[in-house]
T-cell receptor
């Protein structure tokens, strides 16, 4: 299994440009997440999905959009890039069942985004 | 709220023992995770606690007290490679979605 994969690894955007961060997992996990991590800070949840066709906002959703058309893929869209979106973006997945004891999150390697 | 508090930074000596604390507001507790994150890398899972007590896994142990809203990660026989950030993540309010603390940066020196 490749686990959780993310592309690109690094990207520089100009203010106002748009881009899509790709995330895929091959573990048949139902839950997927997008986080951003700023220097010296923990992970802040942007959006998450509990299954194909279902997405919901996290703590910091403004400026981002997501879709979940398949179990495997969970792309994150930035429509109008702003300097405040300079960050490291991590995608994660987990398997959650009601009453399940342990649902560890598996993280992708991250995408480093610089908006100038 | 779901405040999760961890010390920002700790230092320790190679071969020693270090305890990293995590406190949280107890409403709707539904599990606590510890992750390790080396600089420039993704977080990786260390431990999971949902019941009170100590979970031991090699050099690493994690403790939970649900009534006190308190957990700690204990690292024994510290090695230089243990220098990393340690993230506490808690599921609260009946949610399956964990909330992360800011992380504790551990520096191990010779």
């Amino acid at each position: 299994n490749a686990g959780v994969t993310q592309t690109p690894k690094f990207r520089i955007l100009k203010i106002g440009q748009s881009m899509t961060l790709q995330c895929a997992q091959d573990m048949n996990h139902n839950y997927m997440y997008w986080y951003r991590q700023d220097p010296g800070m923990g992970l802040k949840l942007i959006y998450y999905s509990v299954g194909a066709g279902i997405t919901d906002k996290g703590e910091v959703p403004n400026g981002y959009n997501v879709s979940r058309s398949t179990t495997e893929d969970f792309p994150l869209r930035l429509e109008l890039a702003a300097p405040s979106q300079t960050s490291v973006y991590f995608c994660a997945s987990s398997y959650s069942s009601r009453g399940g004891r342990q649902e560890t999150q598996y993280f992708g390697p991250g995408t480093r985004l610089l908006v100038l | 709220g779901q405040n999760i508090d961890q010390p920002t930074e700790m230092t320790a000596t190679e071969g020693a023992i270090v305890q990293i604390n995590c406190t949280y507001q107890t409403s709707g507790f539904n599990g606590l995770f510890w992750y390790q994150q080396h600089a420039g890398e993704a977080p990786t899972f260390l431990s999971y606690n949902v019941l009170d007590g100590l979970e031991e896994k090699g050099r690493f142990s994690s403790f939970l007290s649900r009534s006190k809203g308190y957990s700690y990660l204990l690292l024994k026989e510290l090695q230089m490679k243990d220098s990393a950030s340690y993230l506490c993540a808690v599921r609260l309010g009946g949610s399956y979605i964990p909330t992360f603390g800011r992380g504790t940066s551990l520096i191990v020196h010779p």
